[in-house]
């Protein structure tokens, strides 16, 4: 590893919705094969294979529907689950009540910061309802959080969220994030500008950002399988081994949909032999973390290893 690299953690943190179309557009009529059948059959033992944890973070579709629900408690293995926001579907000033076939391309900071913090928490509601205890981590649909969706995080009681893409900005209609100068690695985000870091303070939220690697006049290669290859995704973590070096802990967050491995529930793998391929390079690229020596954690795991005096 790296000079100072005493340890590589790795997460694995998935958004985990119903089945889109390769349009990206909510299936219609609206299907859960990714939950139903991708989590338990092929997601999971793939994980469980290398010795993964992933972290599943689930949508108000997913939470709202009894089978989903049936079959996340009866999931087996060693994972975490928590939360994920498409904020157009959840009170107050929720706009869809059927999801079928829709889009979503609202930023949840793009809302007043009081009616964000109620969609959060009522999702935080439905997911406890759903699990019977409370999530502690967290990403935003398309990217779209702001400072104050990591204080309302903060309040609600998660421990880390990771909706920060360094090296990228997103642009929606009614709003824009810009994390170009975000830090790569885990940070505590200040209180008004969540790409910027400041000193640990108690109890602060922390920021684990999806793992990307920079490139000259081209977008950022992202720690994904299909958007990388597993060459291209070593190199990424090399990357981010060499750069990082004088940290201790590096933190490394691979990033995508359970959608994606379900042929035609996303623009990715179109057949059966796409998707497999999917979980193939996921695996090799996980497997070849763990035999560089990293340790698998679940999100909120990484709390306790970027908190001073291992507070958690
Ligand atoms: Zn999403």
């Known amino acids: 590893m790296g000079n100072s690299v005493e340890k590589m953690v790795v997460s694995v943190s998935i958004d985990t919705e119903c089945d889109h179309d390769p349009r990206w557009i909510r299936s219609d009529p609206l299907a859960f094969e990714s939950i139903l059948d991708g989590l338990p059959n092929r997601l999971q033992p793939a994980f469980e294979a290398v010795g993964a944890i992933p972290t599943y973070l689930l949508t108000v579709e997913v939470l709202e529907d009894p089978d989903c629900v049936k079959a996340l408690n009866a999931l087996q293995g060693s994972f975490e689950y928590g939360t994920h926001l498409h904020a157009a579907f959840i009170e107050p000033e929720k706009k869809f009540h059927n999801y079928a076939g829709v889009d979503s391309p609202d930023f949840q900071c793009a809302y007043e910061a009081d009616i964000e913090f109620q969609k959060l928490e009522n999702l935080s509601n439905l997911f406890k309802e759903a699990l019977g205890y409370p999530p502690t981590s967290f990403r935003a649909g398309r990217y779209g959080a702001s400072a104050n969706s990591v204080n309302s995080l903060q309040r609600l009681g998660y421990k880390v969220d990771t909706s920060v893409t360094p090296h990228m900005k997103w642009q929606e209609p009614n709003a824009q994030v810009d994390f170009r100068k975000a830090p790569e690695q885990p940070y505590f985000p200040s209180l008004d500008t969540l790409s910027r870091p400041q000193s640990y303070t108690s109890g602060r939220i922390l920021e684990v950002p999806v793992t990307v690697k920079p490139r ?17 995704m070593k190199d990424i973590v090399r990357y981010q081994l060499k750069k990082h070096s004088s940290q201790q802990v590096l933190s490394i967050n691979m990033m995508f949909h359970s959608m994606e491995v379900i042929e035609k529930a996303s623009p990715y793998p179109q057949t059966k032999d796409e998707a497999e391929r999917f979980i193939d390079d996921m695996q090799a690229a ?3 973390c763990a035999d560089e020596g990293a340790e698998f954690v679940g999100l909120s795991d990484l709390y306790s290893h970027f908190a001073p005096n291992n507070e958690s």
């Open 286 to 288: 996980l497997q070849w």
């Open 216 to 232: 000259l006049f081209r977008d950022p290669r992202w720690f994904r399988p299909w958007f990388a290859s597993v060459e291209q």
